[in-house]
C-alpha cells in the first residue's frame, strides 16, 4: 500500500469519522489528518489503519477508535500551552496528536513491547515515553493540565486525579455498566467531578476495575 493510498484513507476518516461525529475542533482535524496512524498499527493490520475499529496491538491491547480519541481531545480545547500525560499510550497514536495540539506531552505505557513501539513511532516528536503502571500516572512530570485515559475504565484513580493541576481537565471513556462513556472532568482546588456526552467503543484498559464489595 502507498504513501498516496494512506493519504486518501486519512482524508476518508477525517470526512466520514470526525467531522459527522462532532469532532469539531479544527486543530484536532487537522492534527489527525496529518499523524501517519498506519506507524501505529501491526503490519497485517495496516489496511485497517483508519476503519472505526479497535485495531489489535498484541498482549491483549488495542488502538482506540479515531472518533474516540477525536471526540476526546476536541472536548478538551488545548490551546497550545498544555502540559499533557496519555494513560495508556500504546503504541503512540494519540500522543503523536495531542503532541500538535499541546506544549508537552508524557505518554505512559506499562506493556514493554509496546512502550518500545511508542518510542520508536514518536521519535522527533518531542513526546517522552514512560513506563509504570497505568492506574498509578505518571507523578515525577506532574501536574498536568491535561489528561487523557486513552481507553475505558471503571474509575478514576485517585493517584491520576492528584496529578491534575488546579483547573485541569481529563478525558477517558467510563464504563457505565458495561457501555464505555466517554466523558471529561475538571479538578478545581482539589475535587474532580466528571460527566458523560456520549457513548463509544472504546478498549478496556487493565487496572483500573472498582473495588469488589461483598454481599449476601
Do not use: C
Amino acid at each position: 500500500m502507498t504513501e498516496h493510498n494512506f493519504e486518501h484513507m486519512r482524508r476518508a476518516m477525517v470526512a466520514s469519522q470526525l467531522r459527522t461525529t462532532g469532532v469539531n475542533d479544527p486543530r484536532v482535524v487537522a492534527a489527525m489528518g496529518a499523524v501517519p496512524r498506519e506507524r501505529f498499527v501491526p503490519e497485517q493490520y495496516v489496511s485497517a489503519a483508519y476503519t472505526d475499529f479497535l485495531v489489535p496491538l498484541g498482549h491483549g491491547r488495542e488502538l482506540n477508535s479515531p472518533m474516540a480519541i477525536g471526540r476526546m481531545l476536541s472536548e478538551s480545547r488545548l490551546q497550545g500551552h498544555e502540559h499533557v500525560l496519555v494513560v495508556g499510550a500504546a503504541s503512540g497514536y494519540s500522543a503523536a496528536v495531542a503532541a500538535r495540539l499541546a506544549k508537552s506531552v508524557v505518554a505512559l505505557e506499562e506493556q514493554p513491547d509496546l512502550a518500545a513501539w511508542a518510542r520508536d513511532a514518536l521519535g522527533g516528536t518531542g513526546v517522552e515515553v514512560v513506563e509504570g503502571p497505568l492506574n498509578q500516572g505518571w507523578a515525577a512530570s506532574a501536574p498536568y493540565d491535561f489528561i487523557l485515559i486513552d481507553g475505558a475504565i471503571e474509575e478514576v484513580p485517585q493517584a491520576i486525579i492528584d496529578q491534575m493541576a488546579d483547573g485541569g481537565e481529563l478525558a477517558a471513556a467510563i464504563l457505565d455498566s458495561g457501555v464505555p462513556r466517554l466523558s471529561v472532568g475538571r479538578a478545581v482546588r482539589g475535587n474532580f467531578g466528571s460527566a458523560a456526552y456520549t457513548d463509544s467503543a472504546a478498549p478496556v484498559l487493565p487496572g483500573f476495575a472498582k473495588p469488589r464489595t461483598f454481599s449476601f
